[in-house]
């Protein structure tokens, strides 16, 4: 972490440290940065160029602070702003999210074909601000969020925990299609997220984030979502019990079974 002094090249918004008196002496007070690491791709690379930068913030910034800096040093990225993802150290985010020195923030404008659905399977906690930033932009009035979460009970037994398993590739190419279906029938943006192993009691197994310029579009896209996930992704439940049993809730086929010939 550096210090910005008055009188060196680099300070935020271009406007030294304020003075502070000291036994009657003036001195210029030091403000602590940041060293943030910024790479683009294809169009955004354009602008920023295609090696990666090393901006510098003040400590404590945000990720909006370090967008209005990019803005201001290269205004034609505004214009493509609302369609970029960004990501810092490989995990999608909001404006609201802190940087920290030596941090990789990431300019990811829509890949080929149109903005892909954000679909994945983690081994750990979900973090809903990520999965609600993937959708979320100005032209959408409503965005939905659905948590599902380990309860601690099971038709009258206590469950100790639950965990989860997935045929990944499989599941993944589910999930795809299913927000890629929903997306073109309600004009919205679906993200659909699903931990896989244990998942303690309280904790999210899955979330649904759907965007849409009305409510009612996003709602309708985010029930759709969850019902063909139970159907169509092959994801499977195993809830222990409190008195130690383990049962596999297998309630739901994916398809008719293989016939198999005599």
Request: glycine share 8%; proline share 6%.
């Amino acid at each position: 972490m550096a210090a910005i002094e008055a009188g060196g090249i680099r300070h935020h918004g271009g406007l030294p440290p304020p003075l502070l008196s000291t036994g009657g002496r003036r001195r210029r007070a030091s403000i602590r940065s940041m060293d943030v690491r910024v790479v683009a791709f294809a169009t955004a690379s354009d602008v920023v160029g295609r090696e990666p930068l090393t901006i510098a913030v003040e400590d404590g910034a945000r990720l909006s602070d370090l967008a209005r800096r990019l803005m201001e040093r290269f205004p034609d990225l505004a214009p493509l702003w609302p369609r970029l993802a960004v990501a810092v150290d490989g995990t999608l985010a909001n404006g609201d999210v802190a940087l920290a020195d030596g941090v990789e923030v990431a300019l990811l404008p829509p890949v080929s074909g149109g903005a892909p659905p954000h679909v994945a399977l983690v081994g750990e906690a979900i973090d809903p601000a990520s999965v609600t930033a993937a959708v979320a932009g100005p032209r959408c009035g409503a965005v939905v969020l659905f948590l599902g979460t380990a309860r601690d009970h099971h038709r009258g037994r206590a469950v100790a925990k639950l965990s989860y398993s997935a045929y990944r590739p499989m599941a993944l190419a589910a999930l795809e299609r299913i927000a890629r279906e929903l997306a073109d029938a309600h004009r919205a943006s679906l993200a659909i997220v699903h931990r896989l192993g244990e998942v303690p009691i309280g904790e999210a197994s899955v979330a649904i984030a759907a965007a849409a310029p009305h409510r009612q579009a996003a709602y309708q896209a985010n029930r759709e979502a969850l019902e063909r996930l139970k159907r169509e992704v092959p994801i499977w439940k195993r809830e222990l019990y409190a008195d130690g049993e383990a049962v596999w809730r297998e309630e739901e086929s994916l398809a008719a079974a293989v016939e198999l010939t005599s």
